[in-house]
């Protein structure tokens, strides 16, 4: 696309003081007189044969051929601040948006981010958590961790590992329970995967008693009543390792079920970044050592 030569003092002279609505507080943003800007201003509303602003006795009113304008303008110059901030010591920085289920990016992905930003220094990791439900087209995602059997459709998903399931109460709790079937009499927290528990017991060889009581949509909520006291929640024991070993809670029963995988997933039309194929190959490494665990 060939582009006529852009007045781009005039420009950044009108966004600035479209802004302050005032040519002065414009000027000292942009560390020149309110002359030259007023003069800018002038040169702008002369070259595309409109008023772009309403002199005032005490200021500015921007007009609707100004007003049309500002968006564009606007939107613009915050493009070309953030990309030049992404350049850094001679080199630029990527950026990478993920979006991961909350369990996992508390309970795993946190704990090994510092090894990520040490590798990759001018990767800039833009975060965001969900229950499992996510639209990654929608959000403009590069990849999202979900859990699941890797089933989604345009999707392209690889498995990083599974995390069974197990009763986790706080110690009180866990000294009352001395056989599974002891679970009847207490609150059983459970996920909106209904399942979840009747599974459980019949591992554990245990008719499955009425299953009621709080249903949350994160493992990081039900772990939090938990803690409370509220009754014995069933999660990966693997995202509250940190828990365990605090002895917060404790998990009295040697007894697991899985009901699927952690997967690192994207669309199968993005193409991949040299940001996404060095986190792909971190996390799966972190994962191989997680199995191997």
């Known amino acids: 696309m060939v582009r006529p030569h852009l007045p781009l003092n005039a420009l950044r002279a009108f966004e600035a003081a479209a802004r302050h609505l005032s040519f002065t507080r414009a000027a000292i943003e942009l560390c020149v007189t309110q002359a030259a800007v007023s003069h800018q201003v002038k040169l702008l509303e002369e070259r595309i044969g409109v008023t772009l602003f309403r002199r005032l006795p005490r200021g500015l009113m921007i007009t609707e051929e100004g007003q049309a304008l500002l968006p564009t303008l606007q939107e613009s110059f915050d493009r070309m601040a953030e990309m030049l901030e992404r350049f850094e010591g001679g080199h630029m920085r990527e950026v990478l948006t993920l979006g991961a289920v ?3 990016a508390v309970g795993w992905l946190l704990p090994r981010l510092a090894d990520f930003t040490e590798r990759y220094p001018f990767i800039d990791l833009r975060l965001s958590t969900n229950n499992n439900r996510v639209d990654i087209a929608a959000e403009g995602l590069d990849y999202t961790i979900r859990f699941g059997n890797g089933a989604w459709h345009d999707i392209e998903a690889e498995a990083l590992f599974e995390a069974p399931l197990s009763a986790l109460c706080i110690p009180s709790i866990a000294r009352q329970v001395k056989h599974p079937e002891d679970l009847a ?10 399942d979840e528990w009747p599974s459980w017991f019949e591992t554990a060889r245990v008719t499955p008693p009425p299953i009621h009581g709080m249903v949350f949509d994160s493992s990081v909520l039900m772990i939090e009543a938990a803690i409370q006291g509220t009754g014995v929640a069933l999660a990966p024991p693997l995202m509250f390792s940190r828990h365990l070993a605090a002895g917060t809670i404790e998990q009295p029963f040697p007894i697991y079920i899985s009901k699927g995988s952690y997967w690192i997933t994207r669309l199968k039309s993005r193409a991949v970044t040299p940001a996404m194929e060095a ?8 994962a191989a050592e997680t199995r191997g665990n």
């Open 279 to 286: 986190f792909r190959h971190w996390i799966a490494a972190k």
């Open 102 to 104: 909350g369990t996992f």
């Open 185 to 194: 009499r207490q609150p059983l927290l459970r996920s909106y995967r209904a």
